[in-house]
C-alpha cells in the first residue's frame, strides 16, 4: 500500500513541463521524484521492456538459479545463459524474438563462444546443459571445477552435439554416436528435433540392446524440449561413467 | 523478499524528455552526447556509446545503460550481486 504516483503520470507531467518550458527547478523536482520511485521499486524504463522483463522474469526461474550456484555468479556466460534462457523461454511459447542481432552482440562481446550459448538456447539444449552441470554439484564438484566443464563444453559444443536431421538413417546416427563414444568424450548430446526423433530414439535403442553404451561406460538422459520454431525436441545427454 | 527489476514502456516522446532532463543531447547520428562537454555518451555497463533508440533508464540516479538484452542482463547480474550484499 503506497500513495505512490505511477510513473507514467510523472512522465507525462515531465514532458508537459518540458513542453511549457518549466523551470529547471521544477524539471529537477519531477526528476527528483521520479528517480525516488525508481529506486525504491526497482522501476526500469525502456521501449524494449518486454524484453527486459523477461529478463528479470527468467532469473527468477529455478534453472538460472541453479546455473549460478554451479558455474559462480561471475562467470563470463552467466549473462548471456540469461539471454539465453529467455530466447528458449520465447521459442516454447511460440513468441517471435530478433535472435540474429543478438547473437550480432554476442559475437562482437565473447566472439564465437557468446554465439554458441545464445544457440543453446534457441535450439533449447541450454536446460539439458544446466541439468547435467546441477548433477555434477549433486556430485560434489566445486565450482570453479564446474566452471572449467562448462567451458569446455561451450568451446567444443559442436563436437560434442549431433543433431540428427530427418533425413539421416538409423545406421549413420548409430555411427556418428559410436564415433563420439569411442572419442571418450566426457560428455556428449544427441537432439532429435520433429521427425528425426524417432531416428535418435531408434539409433540409441538400437546401441543400447547392442551394450555399445555400457560396455563403453556411458550412460545417457533423455529429456524432451522446445526448439526455436517451437517443435519437440528429444534429447539425450551421454556420460562417461568412470 | 526478493526484489527484482521492473520495465515500464516508455514512448519515445517521453524518453526523448527525459533524456534532455537528464543532461543528454541526441544529435543528429542518433547517439546520446553529454550536454556538459559535448562527449558521446558511453554505457558504464557495456563501455559502448548509446544510441536514442537503445537507451534504457534503470534505478541508480537513473543512470542510462544500452538496452540491447546482454546489456541489460549483464546490468541485472549486478543488480543481483547489490541485492545480495545488502
Not at chain 1, 520511485?37 to 521501449?47: D, M, T
Not at chain 1, 528435433?193 to 540409441?204: D, L, N, P, V, W
Request: charged fraction near 30%.
Amino acid at each position: 500500500m503506497s500513495g505512490d504516483e505511477s510513473p507514467q503520470k510523472i512522465l507525462k507531467e515531465l514532458v508537459y513541463s518540458m513542453s511549457k518550458g518549466a523551470t529547471a527547478a521544477v524539471i529537477d523536482k519531477i526528476l527528483g521524484k521520479l528517480s525516488k520511485l525508481a529506486n525504491r521499486k526497482k522501476y526500469g524504463f525502456s521501449a524494449s521492456h518486454k524484453m527486459g522483463n523477461a529478463l528479470a522474469e527468467i532469473s527468477k526461474r529455478d534453472a538460472f538459479k541453479r546455473l549460478k550456484e554451479c558455474v559462480g555468479a561471475d562467470h563470463w556466460a552467466i549473462d548471456f545463459c540469461r539471454v539465453g534462457l529467455v530466447v528458449a523461454e520465447s521459442n516454447r511459447l511460440g513468441e517471435k524474438i530478433d535472435i540474429s542481432s543478438i547473437k550480432t552482440e554476442a559475437l562482437s562481446r565473447e566472439g564465437p563462444k557468446g554465439v554458441t550459448v545464445i544457440n543453446m538456447g534457441s535450439t533449447g539444449a541450454i536446460h539439458s546443459v544446466i541439468a547435467y552441470l546441477s548433477k555434477l554439484k549433486l556430485e560434489n564438484l566445486l565450482t570453479e571445477d564446474i566452471a572449467k566443464k562448462f567451458d569446455k563444453m561451450i568451446e567444443n559444443w559442436d563436437r560434442i552435439t549431433i543433431f540428427v536431421k530427418g533425413d539421416d538413417s538409423i545406421s549413420s546416427t548409430k555411427s556418428k554416436i559410436l564415433k563420439l563414444i569411442k572419442n571418450e568424450n566426457e560428455v556428449f548430446w544427441i537432439f532429435g528435433y520433429g521427425s528425426a526423433r524417432m531416428i535418435a530414439c531408434k539409433a540409441i535403442a538400437e546401441l543400447n540392446n547392442e551394450r555399445k553404451i555400457l560396455e563403453n561406460d556411458y550412460i545417457w538422459d533423455p529429456d524432451h524440449i522446445k526448439d526455436g520454431s517451437g517443435k519437440d525436441v528429444v534429447s539425450f545427454a551421454f556420460k562417461l561413467c568412470y | 523478499m526478493e526484489k527484482t527489476l521492473k520495465f515500464f514502456n516508455i514512448t519515445q516522446e517521453q524518453k526523448r524528455a527525459l533524456l534532455k532532463a537528464l543532461g543528454y543531447e541526441i544529435l543528429e547520428d542518433g547517439f546520446l552526447y553529454d550536454k556538459k562537454n559535448g562527449k558521446p555518451y558511453i554505457c558504464p555497463n557495456s563501455d559502448e556509446k548509446v544510441s536514442f533508440d537503445s537507451a534504457t533508464i534503470v534505478p541508480g540516479s537513473l543512470l542510462v545503460i544500452k538496452g540491447d538484452p546482454l546489456s541489460v542482463s549483464k546490468y541485472l547480474s549486478e543488480f543481483e550481486e547489490k541485492q545480495v550484499k545488502k
